[in-house]
């Protein structure tokens, strides 16, 4: 079993940066594929960004979020960051943080492991 606990949200205004950090415990961290999505008051969840395994760590993007999310993954201390640019009010969301143990995906229903949720406003 995988715990995920995300953290780094809060209130920032429009045009700051914001890192959000997702601690794992249980299971093989280098071996789990990470995902990032978020949810929107009124919306369903969407996908953000996701990092491979250890082996590629390569990273990938919803295509309306490159450029403007980063993520990195640091298997030394089982924790998955994503970094938010140039944050707009539209980025207001809870971000989430969900892992899986087999390839990449852009769905939310292919991920095993799932954190809380942490709340990103951006007031302009």
């Known amino acids: 079993q995988v715990q995920l606990v995300e953290s780094g949200g809060g209130l920032v205004q429009a045009g700051n940066s914001l890192r959000l950090s997702c601690a794992a415990a249980?299971?093989?961290?280098?071996?789990?594929?990470l995902g990032w999505f978020r949810q929107a008051p009124g919306k369903g969840r969407e996908f953000v960004a996701g990092?491979?395994?250890?082996?590629?760590?390569?990273?990938y993007f919803a295509d309306s979020m490159r450029g403007h999310f980063a993520t990195f993954r640091d298997d030394d201390k089982n924790t998955v960051y994503l970094y938010i640019d140039s944050l707009k009010p539209e980025d207001t969301a809870v971000y989430y943080c969900?892992?899986?143990?087999?390839?990449?995906?852009?769905?939310?229903?292919?991920?095993?492991?799932w954190g809380q949720g942490t709340q990103v406003t951006v007031s302009s």
């Open positions: 969900a892992a899986r143990k087999v390839a990449t995906s852009k769905l939310d229903g292919a991920y095993d492991y």
């Open positions: 249980g299971g093989t961290f280098s071996t789990l594929t």
């Open positions: 990092v491979n395994t250890w082996h590629r760590r390569s990273a």
